[in-house]
């Protein structure tokens, strides 16, 4: 069984046929995934999709590249967003993480764009303590700053570190917080020299899988739509890599991302 521990299948381009790609996707073993929010609207879209399949669950959030949607609460005349977020994670628990929540330089790297970011990873760290909830980590370009928000504030049920994209050793400095490392299509690519060699460090009971579908679709499908069913591809490459049998790797995995997001296994 696999657990894809994030996904946006809140995207239009999965919506008009979402039955279709969730069967593709359970008949390569997927059973559960995490529906991930990236602003206001897809995060109530998220808690759509997990209110009605069993099978998705949702997380709640606003990225940082949506700064500008983004009305903190220390500075703002309208409704703070985090007072938004807290709405929607009301007596729902299908909500099960904060995210995708973190820092990202890639776009913009104004000093005023970044102070904010910060405040906003800072105001929904806070929330998901309030929730007693995992976050999940979005990081870009701001791996040290990152870090070192969460260091300063740290989360009391931890999460994931999404797509996770810095070197093996700040993926160790990460593991000592008590992150789990999340590995998507990027591990297939033949120029991810860095996300294999972070693969080789982290151990085993702290590796998770996603798609972050529809972006990052893995070998051979690379620049293409990244379908739910892919994630058995970068399954599949990760056990060769480390030379451990499919269904081992798919056993602890999916055992990691339940414990993780505190999820119950019903199936």
Same mark, same amino acid.
């Given at each position: 069984m696999i657990f894809d521990t994030h996904i946006h299948l +809140?995207?239009?381009? !999965?919506?008009?046929?979402?039955?279709?790609?969730?069967?593709?996707?359970k008949e390569c073993g997927v059973t559960k995934f995490l529906c991930v929010g990236y602003d206001i609207e897809s995060s109530k879209l998220a808690i759509?999709?997990?209110?009605?399949?069993?099978?998705?669950?949702?997380?709640?959030? &606003?990225?940082?590249?949506?700064?500008?949607?983004?009305?903190?609460? *220390? *500075?703002?005349? +309208?409704?703070?967003?985090?007072e938004e977020i807290r709405d929607l994670a009301k007596n729902n628990e299908k909500i099960i993480a904060i995210g995708e929540i973190g820092l990202d330089y890639y776009w913009e790297n104004d000093p005023e764009i970044k102070a904010k970011q910060k405040q906003m990873f800072i105001e929904q760290i806070n929330l998901a303590n309030e929730l007693n909830l995992p976050v999940s980590i979005h990081s870009r370009d701001s791996i040290q700053d990152t870090f070192d928000i969460l260091k300063n504030y740290p989360v009391k049920r931890a999460?994931?570190?999404? *797509?996770?994209?810095?070197?093996?050793?700040?993926?160790k400095e990460f593991l000592k917080l008590g992150y789990y490392i999340a590995f998507g299509g990027v591990l297939t690519f033949k120029n991810s020299k860095e996300t294999k060699e972070v693969l080789k460090v982290v151990p085993l009971?702290?590796? &998770? !899988?996603?798609?972050?579908?529809?972006?990052?679709a893995p070998h051979p499908f690379r620049g293409k739509l990244n379908e739910p069913k892919y994630i058995l591809n970068t399954v599949k490459f990760a056990g060769e890599f480390l030379g451990i049998e499919l269904d081992k790797l798919e056993e602890i995995t999916f055992s990691n991302s339940l414990k993780i997001l505190h999820v119950k296994n019903e199936n």
């Open positions: +809140n995207d239009e381009r !999965f919506l008009s046929d979402l039955p279709h790609y969730l069967n593709e996707a759509e999709l997990a209110n009605k399949y069993k099978e998705i669950y949702a997380a709640i959030g &606003v990225i940082p590249t949506e700064h500008k949607q983004y009305n903190l609460k *220390c *500075c703002s005349q +309208n409704k703070p967003t985090i999460g994931i570190m999404h *797509c996770y994209s810095g070197s093996k050793e700040m993926a009971d702290r590796i &998770v !899988f996603e798609t972050d579908a529809p972006y990052l």
